[in-house]
């Protein structure tokens, strides 16, 4: 287990540590087998060409997810994701290196809860921003 | 004439028609293959040894776990709207207010909560916003979702 993250540990501006993902056809097909989301487009190359598609595109909940992985590892055990948003903006395709990145934006303790808002967002090889989103999490406190 | 122009009226109705309730059973190896395909090696959702000494006393499923299956059953039918032929997924807002255990129950029930017809560069497009509520088996709210979906 990682090591554990505290509220006190973290400021306002601090960037999320980020996370690289190598993405491959076989995971999009893994990725399509567990969570059942059966759609051409992310598998059939002439499907999604017919569709009007450059390509298969990967899954934009699967992008969810490395955002969410992004913030799960950074928090450690002890943390909660609360909430997570995610908007994709741009399509991604399999062989796509993406990078998870994060920066906290605000910091408050709610209902004896302390609380981390942090914008999210994912880079591909260009550094364009392809998914865009946020993220409320908990941490524990020393105090 | 085949079928009548969508309308933002016929298109909720369309969608609200297959937003049927489903239940999924969480169990382990569904939780193992998630982690796999997401590259997630979180011991919280992938060791059963190290997760006994945490608040939780085992395996949680991971918080993105309702990106995916638990959303499948009603995003799926919602994939295609005839007679719109293509859709795409704009995102989501999920929040988190319970873990949940492999063994637990889970019923999800959706409701479309607002339709918007735009013009965009493909022509007439309809966005459809709708909501899923994510239920243990003893009742209890243990996540909720807002989703976007386009079709053009």
Same mark, same amino acid.
């Given at each position: 287990?990682?090591?554990?993250?505290?509220?006190?540990?973290?400021?306002?501006?601090?960037?999320?540590?980020?996370?690289?993902?190598?993405?491959?056809?076989?995971?999009?097909?893994?990725?399509?087998?567990?969570?059942?989301?059966?759609?051409?487009?992310?598998?059939?190359?002439?499907?999604?060409?017919?569709?009007?598609?450059?390509?298969?595109?990967?899954?934009?909940?699967?992008?969810?997810?490395?955002?969410?992985?992004?913030?799960?590892?950074?928090?450690?055990?002890?943390?909660?994701?609360?909430?997570?948003?995610?908007?994709?903006?741009?399509?991604?395709?399999?062989?796509?290196?993406?990078?998870?990145?994060?920066?906290?934006?605000?910091?408050?303790?709610?209902?004896?809860?302390?609380?981390?808002?942090?914008?999210?967002?994912?880079?591909?090889?260009?550094?364009?921003?392809?998914?865009?989103?946020?993220?409320?999490?908990?941490?524990?406190?020393?105090? | 004439?085949?079928?009548?122009?969508?309308?933002?009226?016929?298109?909720?109705?369309?969608?609200?028609?297959?937003?049927?309730?489903?239940?999924?059973?969480?169990?382990?190896?569904?939780?193992?293959? %998630?982690?796999?395909? #997401?590259?997630?090696?979180?011991?919280?959702?992938?060791?059963?040894?190290?997760?006994?000494?945490?608040?939780?006393?085992?395996?949680?499923?991971?918080?993105?776990?309702?990106?995916?299956?638990?959303?499948?059953?009603?995003?799926?039918?919602?994939?295609?709207?005839?007679?719109?032929?293509?859709?795409?997924?704009?995102?989501?807002?999920?929040? %988190?207010?319970?873990?949940?255990?492999?063994?637990?129950?889970?019923?999800?029930?959706?409701?479309?909560?607002?339709?918007?017809?735009?013009?965009?560069?493909?022509?007439?497009? %309809? %966005?459809?916003?709708?909501?899923?509520?994510?239920?243990?088996?003893?009742?209890?709210? #243990?996540?909720?979702?807002?989703?976007?979906?386009?079709?053009?």
């Amino acid at each position: 287990m990682a090591k554990q993250l505290y509220y006190e540990d973290v400021e306002v501006g601090m960037e999320v540590p980020t996370l690289e993902k190598k993405t491959s056809s076989r995971q999009l097909v893994m990725w399509a087998g567990a969570s059942e989301d059966y759609n051409e487009i992310h598998y059939d190359k002439d499907f999604a060409l017919g569709r009007g598609l450059p390509g298969v595109i990967i899954h934009g909940r699967l992008k969810a997810a490395f955002l969410g992985q992004l913030m799960t590892d950074w928090i450690g055990e002890r943390g909660k994701l609360k909430k997570l948003s995610a908007s994709y903006r741009k399509m991604d395709a399999p062989g796509d290196t993406l990078v998870c990145k994060g920066k906290v934006t605000k910091k408050y303790i709610q209902d004896g809860e302390h609380c981390l808002e942090c914008d999210i967002w994912i880079e591909n090889a260009q550094g364009e921003k392809t998914t865009l989103g946020s993220a409320v999490v908990a941490l524990p406190s020393r105090g | 004439m085949s079928q009548a122009e969508p309308t933002v009226e016929s298109v909720r109705r369309t969608a609200e028609a297959l937003c049927l309730p489903y239940t999924v059973e969480i169990e382990r190896r569904m939780i193992k293959k %998630f982690a796999e395909a #997401v590259g997630d090696t979180n011991p919280l959702w992938t060791d059963e040894e190290a997760a006994k000494h945490s608040e939780y006393g085992g395996i949680i499923l991971p918080p993105t776990f309702f990106c995916s299956v638990l959303m499948a059953g009603i995003s799926l039918r919602l994939d295609s709207l005839p007679p719109l032929s293509s859709s795409v997924d704009g995102g989501s807002d999920w929040q %988190f207010f319970l873990p949940v255990r492999p063994g637990d129950t889970i019923s999800v029930s959706a409701e479309i909560t607002e339709v918007k017809e735009r013009q965009g560069k493909l022509g007439r497009m %309809f %966005f459809i916003y709708w909501r899923a509520y994510y239920r243990n088996q003893r009742g209890e709210l #243990v996540a909720q979702s807002d989703n976007t979906v386009i079709y053009y």
